[in-house]
């Protein structure tokens, strides 16, 4: 391990995303000041390693004792090989690659959603969704990335079919689920719309319910997007039993109350504001 070499933060340059907190696996970083990176244990980094320097969007980590003339790339357009047992996690690879190519990336998030006038949770999850994808706007440009937001309000039992929709509301990136389980409690403002009881979707994260996303769960889902895609759920097959039965509830009730040609689904949100179907 080594003595003299350890990341020295540049926090006039940080912008905080929690890139090299995610990358290091040997505790060099305090994870419960995430995204803030703090150095905990300087001794625990590994000699020669730029694993979270190489990843930084801003160029805002150097390291101590650092007499290889290696600069900081702002995230893009090298190729290191790290020493050995160097930052080996389900976030990043041993080589660190980063393109020019990265200009070409799109990320792609789906936000499906039953209602979004009367549900208060679709409503609040549609808002926090917002902002971190507002908070990841700098981090993704400078990463090379082109993010579009698809919200699709899923009107009937064809479109639920056709999305795979299993719970609202659901949020995917580039087709993967940020939620690796489905649990679901009742939820009232739903329940009035189709006059029958009906449950929508709980979030778990870092061993908790929550009844809307975390930011921190969108903004975490965003970045194993980019380093560790596996580790988001993948979209659920078609259900060979048709809809799960709450779904089945929902859209019964609400049969004739919604057309599909008046609802706002399939709305296609980009970076600049503008939006399509």
Request: charged letters at 20%; one cysteine or more.
């Amino acid at each position: 391990m080594a003595k003299t070499w350890y990341p020295v933060i540049d926090y006039q340059q940080c912008i905080e995303c929690g890139t090299c907190i995610k990358k290091c696996i040997h505790g060099v970083y305090d994870k419960a000041k995430a995204p803030t990176p703090v150095v905990v244990s300087p001794g625990s980094c590994i000699d020669y390693c730029h694993g979270c320097g190489n990843i930084c969007p801003q160029g805002a980590i150097t390291y101590a004792g650092d007499d290889t003339g290696w600069t900081p790339p702002k995230g893009k357009g090298m190729t290191v090989q790290l020493p050995e047992r160097c930052c080996r996690s389900d976030i990043a690879d041993a080589t660190v690659a980063t393109t020019a190519a990265a200009a070409d990336k799109q990320l792609t998030i789906d936000f499906l959603y039953l209602d979004l006038n009367t549900c208060q949770r679709c409503i609040a999850t549609a808002s926090i969704l917002d902002e971190a994808v507002k908070e990841m706007e700098g981090v993704l440009h400078t990463l090379g990335y082109k993010i579009i937001v698809n919200k699709i309000n899923i009107v009937s039992r064809q479109m639920a079919e056709k999305y795979r929709f299993v719970s609202s509301p659901t949020i995917r990136i580039n087709g993967r689920d940020i939620c690796t389980e489905v649990k679901e409690n009742a939820c009232g403002d739903c329940g009035d719309l189709c006059g029958s009881d009906v449950d929508c979707r709980v979030f778990v994260y870092e061993g908790r319910e929550y009844e809307q996303p975390p930011k921190a769960m969108i903004i975490d889902g965003i970045l194993k997007a980019i380093y560790s895609p596996q580790s988001l759920s993948e979209m659920p097959t078609a259900q060979a039993q048709g809809l799960p039965k709450n779904l089945e509830t929902f859209f019964e009730g609400r049969q004739g109350n919604c057309c599909e040609d008046m609802c706002s689904c399939s709305l296609t949100q980009h970076m600049d504001g503008s939006s399509k179907r």
